[in-house]
């Protein structure tokens, strides 16, 4: 029956993010904006805003959350909610806790994605640029290649494009791959192939300059990156586990003043001090719990990667041995294996330093939950005259979480896991269906899979937590008891007998201390009890969405008979073939030509084209005919000169033929 809106700005350019009822979106969101635009506003409160809620649901203020507020409701909201925000202590330290954590936590899936669209964002312009690019000048190619080599170190995030000697080490190895002359190839494919080439081509570079680093030939601005990564994650685990071990003995230490009477001899100010510690404690334990599981994962991967990139440097290794040439099908492959390895090593550490800037930051709001004067005595009191059961189940708790972190460190330093014993409860009588008023009772030895059923209240004792007592471990090793398809552990026996007897009037309690304390919403996973007992008070709450459907026109079953034909003459061939064969009968015989007859086949080999060339091509050549008429001019009659024609033909050889004078009738 609650939402989380986003319902706009206020003056103050404040965004304004509530939990609210559905029916009054907008009273609450006049609410918040004046939370937002009061004096308390430099206090960074973000979604899921729960001040809102907490105060209308508090019984203390007297406000109905199904009836439409007033202006006087509104002002008693504002002013109930900024005292809230300006009472600096231990519960509002656990709020800021709550939605810091909310908003900036972030599972190693998201984180991955987000990586990854930021490595493709980083890319685009420079994929773009050489997809699209047509070089034809020779300043243009140079410019081109210089494109290439950018982007293959961009991608593999070895160095920047900067550093000359980071360029000059890709610059080469691109060369070996793609040399310059063959840009032509790269440049008339089309665009999908240019960024499948352009991504192997990357990856190839990448692993080239990664393989040279470890024979130790090169490899600028590369650094040891798994053995830093694995450094980093056992600083943040043991981090991790001494902060672990700190809060859960502070929260033992509170959780054992509610079983002694009189723990701070009937001062209320300690008590709930008391309470909003533990509150504050559990839930900081709770996040460190959930940092640790992704870097339980990244430990995993780490050592995988690990393994992988030497083994593929090995790998390169024995296939090269110092040859100047080796087939590219053998060797490339392994190059974009190699870099995608250091790919991944790069991810996590950009994952184990984003959980690590989370813990720093969930750090600072506990400085509050230092002990004041006078409170170190009566919890060290408390906690040594708490039962014994309760000691055992705090301390089970932490050592069990040490253990898993020591491993993980042992994993990561390489130094072995040492064997130890999990820790185990003491057996312990568990309960019995007549002891909790004939409720399902699981017991852990005749449950299969019962150390992974989940609890309702997160784990915690609903009924201590119902009648004050604070966030209470539940006890495993007595059972767990059943109600409407849910499970509930309790911290002892008699909290179980007291939940049978009237579960209904507990959870009704339970919600009573939760509307006063709404960061226990958050520590406990509450929500569906609130959202419980707003259908309870005013009915199923109406869930509207648009639908549509879409139906065939004229529905007609479909019987297709593919036999079928309309051809009178096709159904008298038919007729006449059935006629046929009932006097015909099918019957073979068996030849001694074909008995053991076997397919057979030859090679030969295919004739060979032949060609034969000769010693050497001749050939000949006729005279051209030239020829001169001398005498043709001059005088005429007695003294004119004789007519002759004299040949200058060349010979084939070039050399002239003597002339041959002949004398012309002069009458011609």
Request: proline share 4%.
């Amino acid at each position: 029956c609650v939402c989380v809106c986003v319902v706009g700005r206020c003056d103050h350019n404040c965004v304004v993010c509530v939990e609210c009822k559905l029916s009054y979106v907008q009273s609450y969101a006049g609410v918040v904006s004046q939370c937002w635009c009061s004096p308390a506003r430099h206090i960074i409160i973000a979604e899921p805003l729960t001040q809102v809620k907490a105060v209308v649901l508090d019984p203390r203020n007297q406000l109905d959350p199904d009836s439409e507020l007033t202006n006087e409701d509104i002002d008693r909201i504002v002013r109930s909610g900024v005292e809230r925000l300006l009472n600096e202590g231990v519960a509002l330290d656990t709020y800021k806790l709550q939605v810091h954590f909310l908003v900036n936590y972030r599972p190693r899936e998201e984180l991955n994605a987000q990586w990854t669209l930021d490595e493709q964002k980083r890319l685009e312009d420079l994929d773009r640029t050489i997809t699209e690019a047509r070089p034809s000048t020779r300043e243009e190619l140079e410019d081109f290649y210089s494109s290439l080599v950018s982007r293959a170190i961009v991608y593999s995030g070895l160095g920047e494009p900067t550093d000359l000697a980071v360029v000059r080490e890709a610059t080469a190895a691109l060369e070996s791959v793609l040399p310059p002359v063959e840009l032509g190839n790269f440049t008339s494919l089309t665009k999908s192939e240019k960024m499948t080439q352009l991504q192997d081509l990357s990856g190839i570079v990448g692993g080239i300059r990664l393989f040279n680093k470890g024979l130790g030939k090169g490899g600028a601005s590369i650094t040891d990156l798994p053995n830093q990564l694995a450094a980093v994650a056992v600083d943040v685990m043991q981090q991790i586990k001494h902060l672990h071990h700190d809060f859960s003995a502070l929260s033992a230490k509170c959780a054992a003043t509610f079983h002694k009477k009189n723990a701070f001899d009937g001062d209320s100010q300690k008590q709930q001090w008391a309470f909003d510690a533990l509150t504050c404690s559990r839930q900081f334990v709770l996040y460190l719990e959930t940092i640790q599981e992704p870097l339980a994962a990244l430990a995993e991967q780490l050592i995988a990667k690990k393994k992988l990139v030497v083994k593929k440097q090995e790998l390169l290794t024995s296939i090269v041995q110092s040859k100047s040439a080796v087939p590219t099908d053998q060797v490339y492959p392994h190059f974009i294996e190699l870099m995608d390895c250091w790919k991944a090593l790069q991810f996590e550490h950009v994952g184990v330093s984003s959980y690590r800037a989370l813990l720093t930051d969930i750090l600072a709001f506990t400085t509050h939950l230092g002990l004041p004067e006078g409170f170190v005595e009566p919890l060290d009191a408390a906690l040594a005259e708490c039962p014994e059961r309760v000691q055992v189940l705090e301390s089970t708790y932490r050592e069990t979480f040490g253990h898993q972190l020591d491993a993980c460190l042992a994993a990561l330093e390489g130094t072995g896991a040492t064997k130890q014993k999990t820790p185990e409860l003491p057996a312990i009588n568990p309960l019995k269906s007549a002891d909790v008023n004939g409720l399902v009772v699981l017991q852990p030895e005749l449950t299969h899979g019962y150390s992974q059923l989940a609890l309702e209240c997160n784990g915690f004792c609903p009924v201590m937590l119902s009648i004050g007592g604070g966030l209470q471990l539940a006890d495993k090793g007595l059972g767990l008891v059943q109600w409407q398809d849910r499970q509930y552990g309790f911290n002892n026996a008699e909290a179980a007998t007291s939940f049978a007897g009237d579960p209904e009037g507990c959870l009704e309690s339970l919600r009573a201390v939760v509307r006063q304390h709404a960061e226990l919403v958050e520590v406990a996973h509450l929500q569906e009890l609130f959202g419980s007992q707003g259908e309870a008070e005013s009915g199923p709450v109406a869930v509207k969405c648009d639908g549509g459907t879409q139906t065939e026109l004229h529905p007609v079953e479909k019987s297709l008979d593919k036999d079928y034909t309309w051809n009178e003459w096709e159904l008298r061939r038919r007729a006449i073939k059935l006629a046929n064969l009932r006097t015909k009968k099918t019957h073979s015989t068996q030849t001694d030509l074909s008995n053991f007859r076997r397919e057979n086949e030859t090679q030969v080999y295919l004739p060979k084209t032949q060609t034969t060339q000769t010693k050497k091509d001749a050939g000949t050549n006729v005279s051209k005919p030239s020829t001169y008429v001398r005498g043709l001019r001059g005088p005429r009659g007695p003294k004119a000169t004789p007519v002759e024609v004299v040949n200058l033909t060349l010979g084939i050889g070039g050399v002239a033929i003597k002339p041959k004078a002949r004398e012309i009738n002069k009458k011609k």
